[in-house]
């Protein structure tokens, strides 16, 4: 009998059967509990390298309508438009802009994270409009400060976890110091929008840092536990900035934030303390530079273009 070709008339034995019958139960208390779902509001320093993975890819890969997170210029005159028929204080105050030079806008998503994604493409964006011979050195002096918070990163979060996203911030600096003025804002923009969900993150971690490991300028405007108050309104992907990440985030990065906010309660002539606020952290290092400049309207950021 050949053993490498069995009889076409031999049938392999059969495999043994069980009745469903024969199973036994799983007593309820030993089933296995089902997989922990990991979505944005989960707070980052509870996740392992796994689930870490998992949220960024899912950030990455989030389908909803990502061409418009930072869109085209706009006249803010458009902007304008939209509260003709709403709010006049508004419209002063955007007519007040106009007359000194604030012609221009960026409008961003709507998703919680206008914000940091503002602030984010504002913070390179202004490295190619230095003088060409200045990019790389300008470009060494932001990254020298974002390098020196990697002590503080790691006090907050355990696992260095923050370098997976921090390594697209500094790919993203790292084509501007190669490239410099060659590199067009509007390219800039392209490649920042294929990562803007970890550069934003990045930022987030960066002011959740500064919160954590120095908390005492912050302590005395939050009524609640330092880390729980980072975990949900700094860490948590839709949570809305207000001043206190704000102003963490403009220390940690030693940045000067010009902010221009739109608010129904003005009455009378518009003045420009009425209108702007600046932040700055007092050894800021971007003081040769003109400072981030956004656009705030009750719940939301856009980015405002300069006279």
Known sequence: MNLNHPSETQEPPAAPRIQSSDLPEVEPEYALPPPREIDENTPLSSLSQAEIAQLTEKMLHDPSARTKLIAEITPI??????????SQSFVRQIDWLTAHGYTKFRRTARDGNCFYRSVAFSYLDRLLHVPAVDIPATVQRFRAVLTSKELALTLAFEDEIHKEFSEHLFSLMQLVEDFGAALTTEHLLD??????????????LLASAEIRTNPE???DFIDQDIVTFCQSQVEAVDSEADHIPMMALCNALRITL???????????????????TIISHDEAMDKDLPPILLLFRPGHYDILLGP
Not at 191 to 204: K, N
Not at 258 to 275: F, M, N
């Open 258 to 276: 010009k902010l221009a906010t739109l608010s129904s309660h003005g009455q009378g002539p518009v003045q420009e303390a009425d209108i702007f």
């Open 191 to 204: 490649q920042l929008l294929e990562v803007s969900d970890y550069v934003s993150y990045y930022f987030r």
């Open 77 to 86: 005159s458009e902007l304008r438009v939209e509260y003709l028929d709403g």
């Open 217 to 219: 300028p912050y302590r």
